[in-house]
């Protein structure tokens, strides 16, 4: 609804008392959709279209993120989903946020890709599904290498064999011409759903990424109930379950992400396919002194 101006000596009435009162509270209750925001500027309300771009650019969901984290966060880059809350009106928000920071361990799987730069204790965008654009590494030049997931403490994604997020595009070339290896580049990716087995280091010694966890027993932390209990192997774990550690280093007393299934793992020495392989005592690597796995590829030299 539009006033008109009013001549001079117009006579006051309710219809129009009225209706500049229904201005006034259609005013009061307008409210922004996803990435737009209202301005009270001293000519009346402005809409506010500088994050619509930025949250458009992309056939995927946006989320409203807080860096929880001492570390900033880049734009495009992962980060580690710590936990959903929401705020009551006249704080952050009135809406559900996710808490973030920079990836640990644990966080392989649960992650958001910040669509903004997000300074530690600060608040922004992040997609939490659907295609993005996301900061990857390569450690090789693989085509088995087409998902993506975190790496403890990084900025980018990492290639693998498995992760949440398909790779649908990235950049093969540099600007010499010289393909893209062990170096940060783009990439397009697609949030998959998939989530991986959480894990309790009840070992004395860190197991790094890739690195071969004996599977204990299911153990109960007094927070979480069936978790599973893992170590690096040792000469009493000959039997015991080989799992594959994910995500980064899980240093003894702490949680990590792990999966039985196809992963990428430290070998020992260069093994060929179908090569029987699995945990050693003492080692962080897979050798041919256990057994339980099975050699797909062998990457690098």
Known sequence: M?????????????????KLARQANVGANLRAGRGLSWRNLAGGPQLDLAAAQLLESEPATAVLVVNTGADDIEAYAPAGIVESFGKLDGELQTQRCLSVRLPKARDAGDIVITAQRIPAGGAGWAWSSGTCLVRLYRWFQSELLDKADILAGKRYALASIDGPLDIVWSQRYDAAGSLIVSQEHWAVVRFNGRRQLRWFN????????????????????????????????????????????????????????????????????????????????????????????????????
């Open 202 to 301: 009840s070992g004395t010694a860190d197991v790094p990424y890739g690195s071969p966890i004996s599977i204990l027993k299911t153990a109960t932390d007094g927070l979480v109930a069936g978790v599973l209990s893992g170590r690096a192997p040792n000469s009493a774990d000959t039997l015991s379950p080989c799992f594959m550690n994910l995500g980064g280093t899980v240093k003894a007393g702490e949680y990590g992400k792990c999966t039985a299934g196809i992963a990428l793992a430290r070998s020992k020495v260069a093994y060929n396919s179908l090569d029987t392989v699995g945990a050693e005592q003492g080692q962080t690597a897979v050798s041919n002194a256990g057994n339980g796995l099975f050699v797909i590829a062998r990457m690098g030299p």
């Open 2 to 18: 539009k006033l008109p101006d009013f001549a001079p000596n117009t006579r006051v009435t309710t219809a129009v008392l009225n």
